[in-house]
């Protein structure tokens, strides 16, 4: 089987330390040991585990692209940088026709689509890699579209904690909140009730002081109008493996679209699910 080439943007951040990681250790990948980085990342190199990464900062993409162009076509390219820098990457690889997966949360996701779609890239873009949380969030839209209105008079509490350098919202729990809107529970997104603090994170939630620098704690919670009835749910992840995991299988499904000869299109974690499934 030939390996699928991919490069992993971003390190030394922790997502895509965990990528590369599991990467390294998958034979479905053939890793290649570049890096786009941050403007303040001034270190020419990273190592995760046994793998030594030369890093390139956005004053050195001219280098980057030279050596990537130098290692083959088809080289993938997973996202996990900063904010600020989605809408600048996404640019970067559609004008250099570098397929991607873009993970990275935050700008202008509009703009982002647009500039995919006026390419002939083909690309996933999932803000949640989870690919268990993302088929949560399915069932929910579902049930939002076959059920609309099944909750009505309940109310609604949303609790999430994410470690302190999260300093945005959760976009999935911002995603939940239209869903039981529209399953008849009002609630907005201002309501969210937001936790940063390590301390109570881990006196009030119980989250384990091994995973206070990454972790993602969601409950939501419906009540009856009489508060005789409650349903919960909730989904705690520990750790960053479950996101390493799912981008590498959006990778794999990626290198079938472009195995296949597909010249562009915007696929998202549900398309990669779909896909696994023969859907």
Request: proline letters at 5%; aromatic letters at 8%; charged letters at 25%.
């Amino acid at each position: 089987m030939n390996r699928i080439p991919m490069i992993v943007n971003g390190l030394p951040g922790n997502v895509a330390a965990t990528v590369t990681r599991h990467a390294a250790l998958d034979n479905r990948f053939d890793l290649v040991d570049l890096s786009l980085t941050g403007p303040e990342i001034t270190d020419p190199s990273c190592r995760v585990d046994d793998v030594l990464v030369r890093l390139f900062p956005p004053d050195r993409r001219d280098a980057f692209l030279s050596e990537l162009k130098g290692r083959g076509d088809k080289i993938i390219c997973v996202d996990f940088t900063h904010p600020a820098s989605v809408n600048e990457n996404a640019r970067f690889y559609c004008e250099n026709s570098i397929p991607f997966v873009m993970g990275t949360t935050g700008g202008d996701r509009e703009m982002l689509a647009d500039t995919v779609k006026s390419s002939n890239v083909p690309v996933v873009i999932a803000p949640n890699m989870a690919k268990q949380i993302v088929g949560f969030q399915a069932m929910m839209e579902w049930a939002a579209k076959t059920f609309p209105g099944l909750f009505s008079g309940y109310s609604l509490s949303i609790r999430e904690s994410h470690q302190r350098g999260k300093a945005d919202t959760s976009g999935t729990a911002k995603a939940m909140v239209r869903y039981f809107n529209e399953l008849g529970a009002p609630f907005k997104e201002d309501e969210i009730e937001k936790e940063r603090d390590p301390h109570l994170q881990q006196q009030d939630w119980g989250i384990p002081e091994e995973h206070l620098n990454g972790h993602a704690w969601h409950t939501y919670t419906l009540t009856s109008p009489d508060e005789t009835v409650t349903f919960s749910f909730t989904h705690n992840v520990n750790g960053r493996e479950i996101y390493g995991l799912g981008t590498l299988d959006a990778v794999a499904f990626l290198a079938g679209k472009i195995r296949a000869g597909e010249k562009g299109g915007v696929y998202s974690m549900i398309d990669v699910l779909k896909g696994e499934k023969g859907v």
